[in-house]
T-cell receptor, first 113, second 116 residues
């Protein structure tokens, strides 16, 4: 089956620190990969995506590269801000296999001054 | 509307009761999805509509769960004979295309269901 594994939180960082949230996946077909973010009191929002191997998704200073050889899609940001505090979800969908997103369990990020 | 609207935002019900959860998608979005998120977990797929028809209901856990979208816009998720294990946040999402890889899903804020 399809599954997504991401690092457990909470992750607590100081402002301007470097962020990595690890995400690995298993998939029965060829997946598209996503990072969604949930800010406090808000709904899930798409942060970035990559649809094929070696693609890099980027948005708001966040980046993730689709690594087929390591089945990974790690989220990175060079300098986090307090406003980045949120829960981050890694997810996949199988191309041509339906329209279901399979999510990881989420990683809470707390950024402190 | 500006985004996906879900009502009620919170629902408390007694075990064995029937509940309906409503989702109003973004205007013009043909695809509508229901997910369930238990505490400490990621969202789990329940059902997906393309227009009025359920294109994939493989995530519905059992026959107590049912969803409709009679006019291709608003959808209602119905749960019969609720159990305490049904307690979760029920999320609705819509998109303008038929696949998450083609266009982003826009999520509502969810309905928090508590079964006592």
């Amino acid at each position: 089956g399809n599954s997504v594994t991401q690092m457990e939180g909470p992750v607590t960082l100081s402002e301007e620190a470097f962020l990595t949230i690890n995400c690995t996946y298993t998939a029965t077909g060829y997946p598209s990969l996503f990072w969604y973010v949930q800010y406090p009191g808000e709904g899930l929002q798409l942060l970035l995506k990559a649809t094929k191997a070696d693609d890099k998704g980027s948005n708001k200073g966040f980046e993730a590269t689709y690594r087929k050889e390591t089945t990974s899609f790690h989220l990175e940001k060079g300098s986090v801000q307090v406003s980045d505090s949120a829960v981050y979800f890694c997810a996949l969908s199988i191309t041509g296999g339906g329209n279901k997103l399979t999510f990881g369990t989420g990683t809470q990020l707390k950024v402190e001054l | 509307g500006a985004g996906v609207s879900q009502t009620p935002s919170n629902k408390v019900t007694e075990k064995g009761k029937y509940v309906e959860l409503r989702c109003d998608p973004i205007s013009g979005h043909t695809a509508l999805y229901w997910y369930r998120q238990s505490l400490g977990q990621g969202p789990e797929f329940l059902i997906y509509f393309q227009g009025t028809g359920a294109a994939d209901d493989s995530g519905l856990p059992n026959d107590r769960f049912f969803a409709v979208r009679p006019e291709g816009s608003v959808s209602t998720l119905k749960i019969q004979r609720t159990e305490r294990g049904d307690s979760a946040v029920y999320l609705c999402a819509s998109s303008s295309s038929t696949g998450p890889g083609n266009s982003p899903l826009h999520f509502g804020n969810g309905t928090r269901l508590t079964v006592t």
